[in-house]
């Protein structure tokens, strides 16, 4: 294993028992800028009670957010039945995380995805059979009428890493209010990731801030170029 990788996989781990760790001290002086989920809860100034998790994968983010926002209900969707079932097992001492196997989109379906030998990588943005290592079906669902189906009608955080598939999820939502959101984003044009400024463009249009960009990548041939990141948008009305 990669040394680098070692120590920055330690250092995190240290950085996220500092943020856990319930000191005031830790509380009011831990900088901005470094972890989303603090600094969205310094900015709320109050404890969300619904989240969802689009691409949860195996759960490892619905558990960092279960930690911080211990009364948050947490609706995780993973739609590939493996990595779902890691997911179930991996969060099942939590009752507040709720894992669901469905992928999020604008309309409801059922999907042909091929699947990579790296579970994170999977994307409905992919058509392509090479180096897949099988294929599933998948069903396809929007958020608002699961939600609406449920009688909930606002989301206070949606985070969404579904590998370039974030605008279908987000046009998916148009019927429900979301207070808080969390996606992944590109520098660089490419099928597995949605572009900084068009994501700009539509959150500044439906009244987002945003308020931080996290867990900066970089260009693996070219250290210069920023790859992608992690973007926090907040609805304005909620930095007033």
Known sequence: MNWKYLIGKNLSKLDSAIVNSGYSFV???????????????????????LIVDAGANI????????????????FS?????????????????????????????KSVDRFELFLSSENTINSLKSKQENDSIGKEIIQIIRLDNFLLDKNLNKVDVLKIDVEGFEFEVLKGCENIEI????????????????HFSDVEIYMEERGYQLCGIYEIMRNLNDKRKIAYSNNLYIKKELLL
């Open 59 to 74: 759960g490892s983010v619905s558990k960092e957010l279960n930690n911080f926002f211990r009364k948050a209900t947490i």
């Open 179 to 194: 207070d808080c959101i969390l996606l992944e984003v590109g520098y660089e044009r490419e099928s597995t990731k949605v």
């Open 27 to 49: 509380y009011n002086n831990y900088p901005f800028g470094r972890n989303w989920m603090f600094d969205l809860k310094k900015t709320l100034k109050c404890d969300p009670t």
């Open 77 to 105: 969707f993973e739609p590939v039945k493996s990595t779902f079932n890691l997911l179930v097992e991996k969060t099942k001492a939590s009752s507040k995380i709720i894992p669901i196997q469905f992928a999020l989109a």
